[in-house]
């Protein structure tokens, strides 16, 4: 069977109306049983199948479903289940679930970011005691239910080589052998079952490899190649550029080898000085799978052109899965004219892809005409000119022993001060009543009488516990970047643009599209509320420029350093307003920072000088005894940490609790001087913390860092846990606080 001309990398899994989320939250909470659950998974993958046979893309992947994490998947599949929730003697399906969100007696695995994506994988966990087993019960019984509706599918599996490469543990690197061994075996039983087709992905070699790590993606490939009993090898690669590990695996007996032309253009001169290429497909990643902006099919067609000439066989594809943008264009019913002409969600995009395949085919295809270009509309000469005026002393604050000094004068803090995120949970009835507001069912006042009444009992709750930098809760905000989005200019939001960012966690990005401007005010009426409630420090909350990009769909026609320091204008007048309005701590929040950090060392430093920039534009308005916080969770601190500390954020606090506090080393080496919050509760487990584990966790702690710098803080907001264990957890933070810091 061949490859055929067009294809995806995957698509979103789940639902037009997020059906996905709500059968796996209703599970969780045993509203339904694990048959119900599986009926409306069933379902879902039945639906994209025929979505995709409909559209007439020629090739249709398949076990890209997932209840939770498509890498846990992975690891289910080779058996990399460690033997903390193998004894548990829970169902295979709990059993996975306790895996990925953590049960009383044992934490979940480490989460954190794919790639330069907001989406979150769970770090599987290799180590001595680790036997690998296949297990391929999944993709197996997904192609049998493809094959009764009549559907041919490619099953979907991370690649041995990236699974271990993003593997924790005790040497993953060194069971490279084993592990092939074990997806040979599941190779076999895919043939066995008919599977004409096999995709490998392999995103980890856009990244900088040594030279041991590109001969072990080329020994991988020659073992699974070598099979006499295999289904045809689709190797995938997106998110940049193979560099080396390309003539490596070009080297392979593979059949088909997958490379993303969008945010990776190298790899066409790449694969051009690479010579013969041995019969192989290549699938060109022409269509952007991480933004929505309608593709240029015509320059689509060029590029693809001459990939046609360098190969004998050339399929057209997604740069990388759908999974990171929305499902249908056709349920935004309010979007501006002028933006929804220029858009394309997942649903589009396939029919870009089999578009472009047609017009690969047969030399002619009836093309839309290039996205316009922006309309003045969207252009703020005010924005541009205040930018234009910028001076290095906008991006500077005084020496921070001057700050800290006037800080603690101010606020007048305990060693170990103990505080939160930002976020507290957001109950049905907050978002019954932002619903009701949208529809017209409540008024204006009412809406806020409600927000007041949610702040004044976050704040009471606050108190009682002993908290001492307490948070208005957030109650007011449908999501940390959208909230912000509906009051910018440059921004539009959408009704149904849902994307999954981990488990049954979905958001909503807005969409920037043109110059940012802030029209008023966007949290000191709430800040200021708070803050008038109690005689406590109350932290104003914002997010930071540069979470505020990742966290939503870019423009494409600017620079995104341009853009950020937009984004920073905007918060740098809100963090004045909130020092006028007497709030004397100030939190910015940061997480996405190592997320976008370009994958390639070299691109690395450009990107990080205008993140640090766009940050410290707009935090450097302050006065030196205004305190600023800001936060940052779920990545690989250590590869960020000398930018972490040029932030020059007064405190930081940090996801620890998950990478047994291992950051705490990576910021001593570097000499961190200043505030820092490590997390000791991980608020994305539905467990309780134990006293004594909150002890341990700040013992370890002080032992790494002085306790008159050290705060104490959950790793994350709490708007996705339930009151109950917010209340006992924070208790046994507040009291291991208490108890170290007497000791």
């Given at each position: 069977?061949?490859?055929?001309?067009?294809?995806?990398?995957?698509?979103?899994?789940?639902?037009?109306?997020?059906?996905?989320?709500?059968?796996?939250?209703?599970?969780?909470?045993?509203?339904?049983?694990?048959?119900?659950?599986?009926?409306?998974?069933?379902?879902?993958?039945?639906?994209?199948?025929?979505?995709?046979?409909?559209?007439?893309?020629?090739?249709?992947?398949?076990?890209?479903?997932?209840?939770?994490?498509?890498?846990?998947?992975?690891?289910?599949?080779?058996?990399?289940?460690?033997?903390?929730?193998?004894?548990?003697?829970?169902?295979?399906?709990?059993?996975?679930?306790?895996?990925?969100?953590?049960?009383?007696?044992?934490?979940?695995?480490?989460?954190?970011?794919?790639?330069?994506?907001?989406?979150?994988?769970?770090?599987?966990?290799?180590?001595?005691?680790?036997?690998?087993?296949?297990?391929?019960?999944?993709?197996?019984?997904?192609?049998?239910?493809?094959?009764?509706?009549?559907?041919?599918?490619?099953?979907?599996?991370?690649?041995?080589?990236?699974?271990?490469?993003?593997?924790?543990?005790?040497?993953?690197?060194?069971?490279?052998?084993?592990?092939?061994?074990?997806?040979?075996?599941?190779?076999?039983?895919?043939?066995?079952?008919?599977?004409?087709?096999?995709?490998?992905?392999?995103?980890?070699?856009?990244?900088?490899?040594?030279?041991?790590?590109?001969?072990?993606?080329?020994?991988?490939?020659?073992?699974?190649?070598?099979?006499?009993?295999?289904?045809?090898?689709?190797?995938?690669?997106?998110?940049?550029?193979?560099?080396?590990?390309?003539?490596?695996?070009?080297?392979?007996?593979?059949?088909?080898?997958?490379?993303?032309?969008?945010?990776?253009?190298?790899?066409?001169?790449?694969?051009?000085?690479?010579?013969?290429?041995?019969?192989?497909?290549?699938?060109?990643?022409?269509?952007?799978?991480?933004?929505?902006?309608?593709?240029?099919?015509?320059?689509?067609?060029?590029?693809?052109?001459?990939?046609?000439?360098?190969?004998?066989?050339?399929?057209?594809?997604?740069?990388?899965?759908?999974?990171?943008?929305?499902?249908?264009?056709?349920?935004?019913?309010?979007?501006?004219?002028?933006?929804?002409?220029?858009?394309?969600?997942?649903?589009?995009?396939?029919?870009?892809?089999?578009?472009?395949?047609?017009?690969?085919?047969?030399?002619?295809?009836?093309?839309?005409?290039?996205?316009?270009?922006?309309?003045?509309?969207?252009?703020?000469?005010?924005?541009?000119?205040?930018?234009?005026?910028?001076?290095?002393?906008?991006?500077?604050?005084?020496?921070?022993?001057?700050?800290?000094?006037?800080?603690?004068?101010?606020?007048?803090?305990?060693?170990?001060?103990?505080?939160?995120?930002?976020?507290?949970?957001?109950?049905?009835?907050?978002?019954?009543?932002?619903?009701?507001?949208?529809?017209?069912?409540?008024?204006?006042?009412?809406?806020?009488?409600?927000?007041?009444?949610?702040?004044?009992?976050?704040?009471?709750?606050?108190?009682?516990?002993?908290?001492?930098?307490?948070?208005?809760?957030?109650?007011?905000?449908?999501?940390?970047?959208?909230?912000?989005?509906?009051?910018?200019?440059?921004?539009?939001?959408?009704?149904?643009?849902?994307?999954?960012?981990?488990?049954?966690?979905?958001?909503?990005?807005?969409?920037?599209?043109?110059?940012?401007?802030?029209?008023?005010?966007?949290?000191?009426?709430?800040?200021?509320?708070?803050?008038?409630?109690?005689?406590?420090?109350?932290?104003?909350?914002?997010?930071?420029?540069?979470?505020?990009?990742?966290?939503?769909?870019?423009?494409?026609?600017?620079?995104?350093?341009?853009?950020?320091?937009?984004?920073?204008?905007?918060?740098?007048?809100?963090?004045?307003?909130?020092?006028?309005?007497?709030?004397?701590?100030i939190q910015v929040d940061e997480p996405a920072l190592r997320e976008t950090l370009p994958l390639r060392k070299a691109d690395q430093k450009a990107?990080?000088?205008?993140?640090?920039?766009?940050?410290?534009?707009?935090?450097?308005?302050?006065?030196?005894?205004?305190?600023?916080?800001?936060?940052?969770?779920?990545?690989?601190?250590?590869?960020?940490?000398?930018?972490?500390?040029?932030?020059?954020?007064?405190?930081?606090?940090?996801?620890?609790?998950?990478?047994?506090?291992?950051?705490?080393?990576?910021?001593?080496?570097?000499?961190?001087?200043?505030?820092?919050?490590?997390?000791?509760?991980?608020?994305?487990?539905?467990?309780?913390?134990?006293?004594?584990?909150?002890?341990?966790?700040?013992?370890?702690?002080?032992?790494?860092?002085?306790?008159?710098?050290?705060?104490?803080?959950?790793?994350?907001?709490?708007?996705?846990?339930?009151?109950?264990?917010?209340?006992?957890?924070?208790?046994?933070?507040?009291?291991?606080?208490?108890?170290?810091?007497?000791?």
């Amino acid at each position: 069977m061949s490859f055929g001309q067009s294809t995806v990398l995957g698509y979103p899994r789940i639902g037009a109306n997020r059906e996905l989320k709500k059968a796996v939250e209703a599970y969780w909470s045993g509203t339904v049983d694990a048959a119900a659950l599986e009926a409306t998974a069933a379902g879902l993958r039945a639906e994209v199948w025929q979505t995709l046979r409909d559209a007439r893309l020629d090739a249709i992947p398949s076990n890209t479903f997932s209840y939770y994490d498509h890498v846990l998947d992975t690891a289910v599949a080779v058996g990399a289940i460690p033997e903390r929730f193998e004894r548990l003697g829970l169902s295979k399906l709990d059993t996975y679930f306790a895996m990925a969100r953590g049960v009383d007696a044992e934490p979940a695995l480490e989460l954190t970011k794919w790639f330069d994506t907001n989406y979150h994988y769970l770090v599987p966990e290799i180590d001595d005691e680790t036997i690998f087993a296949a297990d391929p019960a999944k993709p197996l019984r997904e192609y049998a239910e493809a094959r009764d509706l009549g559907i041919t599918t490619r099953p979907v599996l991370v690649g041995p080589a990236t699974f271990l490469l993003l593997a924790k543990g005790s040497a993953p690197f060194e069971r490279f052998g084993e592990l092939t061994d074990t997806y040979a075996e599941i190779l076999g039983r895919l043939a066995d079952a008919g599977v004409p087709w096999v995709q490998l992905d392999e995103p980890a070699y856009v990244a900088d490899r040594t030279p041991a790590e590109i001969d072990a993606l080329r020994a991988v490939y020659h073992r699974l190649g070598g099979l006499e009993n295999r289904p045809k090898i689709f190797v995938a690669t997106y998110f940049g550029e193979l560099g080396d590990a390309l003539p490596a695996l070009l080297d392979t007996p593979i059949e088909a080898l997958g490379l993303d032309l969008v945010a990776g253009p190298g790899n066409l001169a790449r694969l051009s000085a690479a010579g013969p290429l041995g019969g192989k497909t290549i699938v060109a990643g022409l269509v952007d799978g991480h933004n929505i902006w309608r593709t240029d099919l015509g320059a689509a067609v060029a590029t693809g052109a001459v990939v046609a000439g360098l190969a004998d066989h050339v399929a057209v594809s997604t740069s990388c899965s759908l999974l990171h943008v929305p499902v249908d264009l056709s349920a935004e019913k309010h979007l501006d004219p002028d933006l929804h002409a220029r858009l394309a969600f997942a649903r589009q995009k396939v029919d870009e892809v089999v578009l472009l395949g047609r017009a690969l085919r047969d030399g002619t295809a009836d093309l839309p005409s290039p996205p316009p270009a922006p309309p003045a509309s969207w252009r703020n000469a005010g924005v541009r000119d205040r930018l234009a005026a910028l001076t290095p002393a906008d991006r500077q604050r005084g020496p921070y022993a001057e700050r800290a000094a006037a800080q603690q004068a101010r606020l007048g803090l305990p060693d170990l001060p103990t505080t939160t995120i930002g976020s507290f949970p957001q109950t049905p009835s907050l978002r019954a009543a932002r619903a009701s507001l949208r529809a017209g069912r409540l008024s204006a006042d009412s809406y806020a009488d409600q927000m007041r009444a949610e702040i004044e009992h976050v704040i009471r709750l606050q108190e009682a516990l002993g908290l001492d930098v307490l948070v208005h809760g957030e109650p007011e905000r449908n999501d940390m970047v959208q909230y912000f989005g509906d009051q910018l200019d440059g921004f539009a939001t959408t009704e149904s643009g849902w994307v999954q960012s981990y488990g049954s966690r979905c958001v909503r990005p807005p969409i920037i599209f043109g110059d940012v401007a802030r029209r008023g005010a966007m949290t000191v009426e709430w800040s200021a509320f708070a803050q008038s409630l109690t005689p406590k420090p109350v932290k104003g909350m914002l997010t930071g420029p540069v979470t505020i990009l990742a966290w939503s769909f870019v423009r494409n026609d600017q620079p995104r350093a341009e853009t950020a320091d937009q984004v920073a204008l905007a918060l740098r007048d809100e963090t004045a307003d909130l020092e006028a309005a007497g709030v004397k701590v100030i939190q910015v929040d940061e997480p996405a920072l190592r997320e976008t950090l370009p994958l390639r060392k070299a691109d690395q430093k450009a990107y990080l000088d205008w993140a640090i920039g766009a940050f410290r534009l707009a935090t450097s308005g302050v006065a030196a005894d205004t305190q600023v916080h800001t936060h940052l969770c779920y990545s690989e601190f250590g590869e960020v940490i000398t930018a972490i500390d040029a932030l020059d954020a007064d405190v930081t606090s940090i996801e620890a609790s998950r990478s047994k506090m291992e950051v705490l080393a990576d910021l001593a080496a570097i000499g961190y001087s200043r505030g820092v919050g490590p997390g000791v509760w991980d608020i994305h487990s539905p467990r309780v913390p134990t006293h004594d584990e909150v002890v341990g966790a700040l013992r370890r702690a002080v032992a790494a860092v002085p306790a008159q710098r050290l705060w104490v803080n959950p790793d994350c907001g709490l708007k996705t846990r339930g009151y109950a264990e917010v209340e006992a957890s924070l208790r046994h933070l507040v009291a291991a606080a208490a108890e170290v810091r007497g000791s």
